[in-house]
């Protein structure tokens, strides 16, 4: 539960995986970009809000079978409603599901600050890959809503990108879903407009 920014990066990141926001190119198509997805992914937070979950994420991706590909499919469809449709309730209810192949909660030795403790959040018994990234992106959207707000959750500005994300930055002033990727073509777009306006000055001067 600690690293609820984590977990909502993989949410962000798994939503915009999608033929609709690639224009067509699914970018997890099959079992293979699932274990590139999963191994990107499954070693950032520093502390393990859900080891199970986190530990083993690579792993289970590993020994998915097309059955398990459909149901984060069918995941990322789910957690994408709760991103564009963010009332509070809705949110908090739909997370809460998305958190069901969790054991329950519980707290653990926290190696990092001595005496202290902090959330885990295990995976059931015989969880599949689908089962653990529900679980981190129940917790991201959970942690999201009571830190941040529901307003952290939004759709990209970029006027030709049907991505969304879930801002977990500090001053919440975030804009795109990829900013690497849309924010540069916004930059550049903006770029050519300038130099066409400023061309078509020069011209009618003449």
Same mark, same amino acid.
């Given at each position: ?39 990107? !992914? ?8 859900? %080891?199970?979950? &986190?530990?083993?994420?690579? #792993?289970?991706? !590993?020994?998915?079978?097309? #059955?398990?590909? !459909?149901?984060?499919?069918? &995941? ?17 209810? =739909? ?5 069901? %192949? ?23 018994? =015989?969880?599949?890959?689908?089962? #653990? ?30 991505? #969304? ?17 849309? =924010? ?23």
């Amino acid at each position: 539960m600690d690293d609820y920014a984590w977990a909502a990066g993989v949410a962000t990141d798994l939503v915009n995986t999608t033929a609709e926001v690639w224009r067509g190119d699914d970018h997890l198509p099959d079992l293979a970009a699932l274990v590139e997805f999963t191994d990107l !992914h499954g070693n950032e937070p520093t502390n393990d809000t859900a %080891p199970g979950a &986190l530990s083993a994420l690579s #792993a289970l991706a !590993h020994r998915a079978r097309t #059955a398990d590909l !459909h149901a984060v499919h069918a &995941l990322r469809k789910t957690v994408r409603d709760l991103i564009d449709h963010p009332d509070r309730d809705h949110l908090i209810a =739909g997370a809460t599901t998305l958190t069901s %192949p969790a054991q329950g909660a519980t707290l653990i030795p926290d190696p990092a600050h001595g005496n202290r403790t902090r959330w885990a959040v295990p995976l059931r018994d =015989g969880a599949t890959i689908a089962d #653990a990234l529900s679980l981190i992106c129940g917790i991201g959207i959970l942690g999201v809503v009571h830190t941040l707000g529901e307003q952290r959750f939004r759709p990209c500005t970029a006027p030709t990108c049907r991505g #969304a994300f879930i801002d977990t930055t500090r001053p919440g002033s975030r804009r795109y879903c990829m900013p690497g990727l849309c =924010g540069n073509r916004v930059n550049v777009a903006n770029h050519r407009a300038r130099r066409t306006t400023t061309r078509d000055r020069l011209t009618n001067s003449e």
